[in-house]
């Protein structure tokens, strides 16, 4: 699997209230960093693959309706090239949680 943000420069310098309790994959740094740096609250983060909770690069955000299209723009301006973008609930302990935005990456076309 080619990582998302291969050859891509990381600025975790300017990459806004990254408070992490644990690493980020290597695969999505650079997503999470371009979100973070300009104010999108993103609260999972995967590259994806076997083994891991998501099959490709995702990032996911939270916020309103309109954060996930904001987040795209964010995405694409940062020359990242989201393959999909879905408003997501999910079932936690039988209770429905949400919704969030689920940005979804090719794991080479970025």
């Not at 955000?61 to 990242?80: I, K, Q």
Request: hydrophobic letters at 40%; aromatic letters at 8%; proline letters at 6%.
């Amino acid at each position: 699997m080619t990582a998302l943000n291969e050859g891509q420069p990381v600025d975790r310098l300017h990459s806004y209230g990254l408070e992490l309790d644990m690493p980020l994959d290597a695969g999505i740094e650079v997503a999470v960093h371009a979100l973070r740096k300009e104010g999108i609250e993103t609260i999972e983060s995967c590259e994806g693959g076997e083994g891991h909770p998501f099959f490709a690069p995702t990032v996911r955000v939270a916020g309103g309706p309109g954060e996930g299209f904001r987040a795209y723009g964010v995405a694409v301006r940062a020359g990242l090239k989201p393959k999909s973008i879905a408003r997501v609930w999910t079932v936690d302990d039988g209770e429905l949680t949400g919704p969030f935005w689920d940005i979804v990456f090719g794991n080479s076309d970025a």
